[in-house]
């Protein structure tokens, strides 16, 4: 049972990358799947969640209307697109998956399942 995210890298301010997280062993579909993200020294950030019930999304608020969480069940993976990108995204953003099946992000899914992490730096 493996979570992989993948996509990071170096990218200049209001550039765009697109993350992935692939797993393996487990199926991502009928799970609630979150991104979260954690800077040295401070603690881990929750950036989005999509519910797997319904498929409704959700943002921290500073990543509203620039981030996109998606998932591709054929592929058994799911996305993160982050557009605008600002230093302030800066962080090793990591990938999570509730360990039951058919929760929704807003009934406190119980993220079990966890990515290495992929470094995100944003800078001219």
């Known amino acids: 049972v493996q979570l992989q995210a993948s996509g990071g890298g170096l990218v200049q301010p209001g550039g765009s990358l697109r993350l992935s997280c692939a797993a393996s062993?487990?199926?991502?579909?009928?799970?609630?799947i979150g991104w979260f993200r954690q800077v040295p020294g401070k603690e881990r950030e929750w950036v989005s969640c999509l519910s797997s019930s319904d498929g409704s999304t959700y943002y921290a608020d500073s990543m509203k209307g620039r981030f996109a969480i998606s998932r591709d069940n054929a592929k058994n993976q799911v996305y993160l697109q982050m557009n605008s990108l600002k230093p302030e995204d800066t962080a090793v953003y990591y990938c999570a998956a509730d360990r039951w099946l058919g929760s929704g992000c807003d009934t406190g899914p119980d993220f079990g399942y966890w990515g290495q992490g992929t470094q995100v730096t944003v800078s001219s």
């Open positions: 062993g487990f199926t991502l579909d009928y799970r609630a």
